[in-house]
C-alpha cells in the first residue's frame, strides 16, 4: 500500500504573523504537510526568514512578506503577494497575527484599546475579505482559519482589550462561514490555551505551575499543536466543517470553575 499524500499537498498558504511561536510552528506544520507558504512578519524579518529558510531546507516552498495589518491597504497588499507568488492561486489563509499588551481597564486609553482591536480583529477583517476575493475565483474555494483564543470566553485581568478582540474573531469567523460558504469558502476558529515559548518558565513560574495543575493533559501547549488544528481544517479531512471554534488547551476549560 502506498503512502498517503501530504494533507495540503499543491495547496498554497498565506500564514500571518509566522516570524514565531505560534505562527512559525503552523508555518512549519503547513509546509510539512505539503503545502507552499507564504510567511507573513511586519518587524520580526530575521525570524521570519529563518522559518522560510527551514521549510526550503526539507524541500518546501516559501516566501517571506512583510506588511504592517493594522493597515487595510497592508492585509490586502500581503494577500496578493501571496497568490502572485502562487501563479494566482491562495487556497488557505490564517490569521495569526495578533497583540498581547497588558492593561488595566481604569487607565486604558482609546489609542490603547484601537492599537489591539485594529491588529487583532480588524485585520482579520481585511485579509479575510483580500482572501475571498481570491478564493472564489478558483477551483475548490478556499479556507481561512483565524488563531483566537480560550480568553474569548474566559478572561484575565488587564487582558480587556485582548479578549473583547478575540471573541470578536470567533463571531467573525461564524459571520464570515455564513456570507462565504456559498463561494466555496469554509471558515473556521482555533482557540489555544497556554502556548509555550522560550523564557517563559523564568518570567511567570506561578502561572505556569499553575497551568500545568489545572490541566488534564499536564502539559502547556506547543506551537505545533495549534498547527496541526490548523492543518486539520485547511485539509480534505475538514471539508464539511465550517463556523467552528476548535479548542487546543489540553482540557484547561473543561475544568470546573466552582
Known amino acids: 500500500m502506498s503512502a498517503p499524500a501530504p494533507l495540503l499537498d499543491g495547496q498554497t498558504a498565506l500564514v500571518t504573523g509566522a516570524g514565531g511561536g505560534i505562527g512559525r510552528g503552523i508555518a512549519l506544520r503547513f509546509a510539512q504537510e505539503g503545502a507552499a507558504v507564504a510567511v507573513h512578519c511586519r518587524t520580526s524579518v530575521e525570524s521570519a526568514r529563518a522559518v522560510a529558510e527551514r521549510i526550503r531546507d526539507h524541500g518546501g516552498r516559501a516566501t517571506v512578506l512583510r506588511a504592517d495589518l493594522a493597515a487595510e491597504d497592508g492585509c490586502r497588499r500581503v494577500v496578493e503577494e501571496a497568490a502572485d507568488w502562487g501563479g494566482g492561486r491562495l487556497t488557505a489563509l490564517v490569521n495569526n497575527a495578533g497583540v498581547q499588551p497588558l492593561r488595566e481597564l481604569p487607565g486604558m486609553t482609546a489609542a490603547e484599546w484601537r492599537a489591539v482591536v485594529d491588529t487583532n480583529l480588524t485585520a482579520v477583517f481585511a485579509c479575510t475579505q483580500a482572501a475571498a476575493e481570491v478564493m472564489r475565483s478558483q477551483d475548490g474555494g478556499g479556507t481561512v482559519t483565524h488563531i483566537a483564543s480560550i480568553e474569548a470566553g474566559a478572561p484575565a485581568p488587564a487582558h480587556a482589550h485582548y479578549s473583547a478582540s478575540k471573541a470578536a474573531v470567533v463571531m467573525h469567523a461564524r459571520s464570515a462561514a455564513l456570507e462565504y460558504g456559498p463561494?466555496?469558502?469554509?471558515?473556521?476558529?482555533?482557540?489555544?490555551?497556554?502556548?509555550?515559548?522560550?523564557?517563559?518558565?523564568?518570567?511567570?513560574?506561578?502561572?505556569?505551575?499553575?497551568?500545568?495543575?489545572?490541566?488534564?493533559?499536564?502539559?502547556?501547549?506547543?506551537?505545533?499543536?495549534?498547527?496541526?488544528?490548523?492543518?486539520?481544517?485547511?485539509?480534505?479531512?475538514?471539508?464539511?466543517?465550517?463556523?467552528?471554534?476548535?479548542?487546543?488547551?489540553?482540557?484547561?476549560?473543561?475544568?470546573?470553575?466552582?
Open 183 to 258: 463561494w466555496g469558502i469554509r471558515v473556521n476558529s482555533v482557540s489555544p490555551g497556554l502556548v509555550d515559548r522560550e523564557g517563559l518558565d523564568a518570567a511567570w513560574p506561578e502561572g505556569v505551575r499553575r497551568w500545568r495543575g489545572a490541566a488534564p493533559l499536564g502539559r502547556l501547549g506547543r506551537p505545533e499543536d495549534v498547527g496541526d488544528a490548523c492543518v486539520f481544517l485547511a485539509s480534505r479531512l475538514a471539508s464539511w466543517i465550517t463556523g467552528h471554534d476548535l479548542v487546543v488547551d489540553g482540557g484547561v476549560t473543561a475544568r470546573p470553575s466552582w
